[in-house]
């Protein structure tokens, strides 16, 4: 693409198109003033979530355009409230698993021609893995609430009795519910309730994002799929960001299966115990019905998620009204009948030992596993076909694991905090109790007095996999040392040449190693997918490890090891302990951190700042995790796009700053082609290389993104060698950048030291602050001087402005510069660019 011009300023009475600056923040926000540099605003469009605000002043401005010219009219996008609102939120962080394997499914390698097959596999193992995740939750819920509170301690005399709230379940007491199976049926309304809980904030949220519906203009339909000869990127489909019917059938199919999970975790012991005892137990035929009925219910859950995913050739409107409202339906009326056998009354029957929860979670785990193992075999298959991805095509495995890892640290810790609460005898997942310990097996029946054991804790495995904490936690502290020793090498060498790169600056080591220090931290966004790899293949291995060691030794890692010499017991109990202590200090802080985002609005904010960066995505695989804001934000940047240059015929410049690059670029995508060519994109701090290339190929990758290069003629990217997050957008095979696009590095800081245009010292901006370098309003007017020579001229649309409060001003003021971050007006005098 030849250089754009620079904007040549028409005579005074001249009047060209009206042009209009749409700002996109990124991660955390401002308030509409601070964006806008003025306390007077004015919201044009939107409402209290999500909305269009412009300067009071400006509120009128397509109806005097002759105010106007020389300079776009500012307004700006504010879109923090979708990641950062009350205080629900801080609900979401339960939401973390979920999240992150969400991820997953969106990282998988970019699809060559001929790979639907392996596209569809790619996806089906994915929503299985996020499947065994919303399992494992709830299975933790049924470890507390039926095996440690209902079948431990309200069978133990001695717990029971320390607690009131649970004297009613004693057998002491001898009451209705004493019986084992009717604690069951009564412990099982926790986790039934927390399914629900899930089920409500996902619908809830999909009312509210998922329903968005695209602009009836969008791009003409694209039957072809990942993988298919001559499938157009995915982010241009009129599809892609409306998956209300993938979502609402992924929320009955995992809401059924949690409904499924507690009736399994009643049935088993019930059942159990009804194959020893016959003469008090129900009719057999019974039993064996509610086997069926279970397995069933399984295959018809696994039999929806594994159905084709997303439909993205055009925006479904269709509900797939039987699946979304029998099969939850279905399976709490299965969930009803369980707990009706559980209450069949069976004299003689006591609580011994534990449920069956090693086998349980340890079957769970070995799924994840393999998922995770099928997917980077599928993964890296199609690098092999293709090219492109973090860690060679194994970015999505590695992310799946991380959220498998998570799912079980969380659900883990949950079930060791309330073991040692409880008062577990031989501590947590120890195995041992003050009567007989290794006689009885989990979840056995027998008939004993009452209040003759005590509470024996969690499964083993629990154990097991806090005890690999420690020497997870090893691994990091290494890898991180290494990165560190990697970086300092960086410094000395770079504070070398720093000086020169400013003409004339005298040199002061202390001033080059702080910009030094400044890029080579930067620098290690580079290193993050190695990282993440080495921690995911680390924690892989540990894990397999830990269920091969609770499954052949049955106890827990100090005693397992206590004839295996004194180092080696020495070190097994110090990682148990460690681990132990680990897994409950995490829950705390867990459990503190949500309680303090719950009541304080600037941790809600950090708290949005995760969801900014992980939820960008819609909810392909997982329908619990947190909403995708981003079904919201580009139907709206489009909406606005599209009707104001249909109605104004007028020139816009969208311009996005770091997370609201990425939104600006899919807003783009989504336009038809006679209103993108009147449309520049302006992106600075922009991740959409430098991390959602690398992490998303499929939809972020040079081929994506050099296809909406050619479809966006008028594109500049600000980019610094300081800026942790941002980068060039549109690398070359040399390893540089594509000059037509990228601009950069700027420099960083504009002055090296005191000269008499920057009298004190200037600061290193880093990733703040871009609309106060000069670049920035040079590249934005001629990004505007391009669309006023190439843009078609279309007249504008007589009528109103925009609406405006009934006490708008519309006196003509001095143009105050808009910005995005906290930071000077953009300094005056040319350009200042390094390298």
Request: glycine fraction near 12%.
């Amino acid at each position: 693409m030849p250089d754009i011009p620079a904007p040549r300023p028409g005579p005074e009475g001249a009047a060209g198109p009206l042009a209009l600056e749409l700002l996109v923040h990124g991660v955390a926000g401002a308030a509409p003033e601070e964006l806008l540099g003025d306390p007077r605003t004015v919201r044009v469009t939107g409402d209290s979530t999500a909305a269009v605000f412009r300067r009071t002043a400006d509120a009128d401005a397509e109806a005097r355009p002759e105010r106007y010219r020389g300079r776009p009219v500012p307004e700006v996008y504010c879109w923090s409230r979708l990641t950062s609102g009350n205080g629900a939120r801080a609900l979401w962080l339960l939401l973390l698993p979920f999240m992150v394997a969400n991820l997953a499914h969106w990282a998988r390698p970019p699809a060559p021609a001929g790979a639907v097959r392996a596209v569809r596999t790619y996806g089906v193992l994915v929503r299985i893995t996020a499947l065994t995740l919303t399992v494992l939750l709830i299975a933790a819920a049924c470890e507390v609430s039926l095996d440690l509170f209902a079948w431990q301690c309200a069978g133990s005399e001695h717990c029971a009795a320390s607690r009131p709230w649970l004297a009613v379940l004693s057998p002491e007491r001898g009451g209705w519910w004493s019986q084992p199976g009717r604690r069951l049926a009564l412990g099982a309304l926790v986790p039934a309730g927390l399914t629900w809980l899930l089920w409500y904030l996902s619908n809830r949220t999909w009312s509210a994002y998922e329903s968005q519906p695209p602009p009836p203009t969008t791009p003409e339909p694209d039957e072809a799929e990942d993988g298919a000869e001559g499938a157009a990127p995915a982010l241009g489909r009129p599809g892609f960001w409306y998956g209300r019917r993938l979502v609402a059938r992924l929320r009955a199919a995992h809401t059924a299966a949690g409904l499924l999970t507690v009736a399994a975790a009643v049935a088993v012991p019930v059942l159990r115990y009804d194959a020893r005892a016959a003469a008090t137990a129900p009719p057999p035929e019974l039993g064996r019905a509610v086997q069926a009925l279970l397995a069933a219910g399984a295959l018809v859950v696994l039999r929806v998620v594994c159905r084709r995913g997303r439909t993205e050739a055009r925006a479904d409107h269709r509900l797939d009204r039987a699946v979304v409202t029998l099969l939850p339906g279905c399976a709490l009326a299965l969930l009803a009948v369980v707990l009706c056998y559980a209450c069949w009354s069976r004299p003689g029957w006591a609580s011994t030992g534990r449920l069956p929860g090693d086998f349980a979670f340890g079957a769970l785990v070995l799924a994840q596993g393999g998922g995770v193992l099928a997917l980077a075999a599928v993964a890296a298959h199609l690098h092999r076909r293709g090219s492109g991805g973090a860690l060679r095509g194994l970015g999505g495995p590695a992310v799946a694991m991380l959220g498998c890892a998570l799912g079980g640290v969380m659900t883990g810790g949950v079930a060791q905090w309330v073991g040692d609460w409880l008062g577990a005898t031989g501590g947590p997942g120890s195995g041992t109790t003050a009567s007989a310990p290794a006689a009885v097996s989990p979840g056995a029946s027998a008939i004993a007095s009452p209040g003759a054991v005590e509470v024996a804790g969690p499964p083993v495995l629990l154990s097991w996999q806090a005890a690999v904490l420690p020497p997870l936690l090893l691994v990091l502290l290494l890898a991180a040392c290494w990165f560190g020793v990697r970086g300092a090498r960086t410094v000395r060498r770079t504070a070398a040449t720093v000086a020169a790169e400013y003409p004339g600056a005298r040199p002061d080591r202390s001033r080059s190693r702080r910009i030094a220090g400044a890029r080579a931290a930067a620098a290690l966004t580079d290193s993050a997918p190695w990282f993440i790899g080495a921690v995911s293949t680390v924690t892989l291995l540990l894990g397999a490890g830990a269920v091969a060691g609770a499954w052949l030794s049955g106890q827990v890692p100090g005693e397992a090891a206590r004839h295996a010499g004194p180092v080696l017991e020495s070190a097994a109990r110090a990682a148990q302990d460690a681990g132990s202590w680990l897994v409950g200090f995490g829950f705390v802080l867990f459990v503190t951190w949500g309680r303090r985002a719950y009541r304080d609005a600037s941790a809600r904010r950090t708290i949005g700042i995760l969801w900014d960066v992980g939820t960008f995505w819609p909810r392909a695989a997982h329908p619990f995790a947190p909403p995708c804001y981003a079904e919201r934000a580009v139907p709206d940047l489009t909406w606005r796009m599209t009707t104001w240059t249909a109605r104004t015929g007028g020139r816009l410049v969208i311009s996005g700053h770091s997370q609201g690059s990425v939104l600006a670029a899919a807003a783009v995508w989504q336009l038809p082609p006679q209103i993108r060519r009147r449309v520049a994109l302006l992106t600075y701090g922009s991740p959409l290389a430098r991390l959602y290339g690398r992490w998303f190929p499929a939809y972020f990758g040079p081929g994506p993104l050099t296809a909406l290069h050619r479809e966006v003629d008028c594109w500049r990217n600000l980019w610094r060698a300081t800026d942790p997050i941002g980068g060039p957008v549109l690398p070359d095979v040399r390893g540089g950048v594509d000059r037509g696009v990228d601009r950069g590095p700027l420099a960083d800081p504009v002055a090296y030291g005191r000269t008499p245009q920057y009298p004190l010292p200037a600061p290193v901006l880093g990733h703040s602050d871009y609309q106060a370098d000069p670049s920035f309003a040079a590249e934005r007017a001629a990004l505007l001087a391009r669309l006023l020579l190439t843009g078609p001229e279309t007249a504008p649309e007589t009528g109103p402005g925009p609406e405006a409060e009934p006490d708008q001003e519309t006196e003509a003021e001095p143009e105050r510069g808009p910005r995005l971050s906290k930071g000077t007006t953009a300094a005056e005098g040319p350009p200042r660019t390094a390298g």
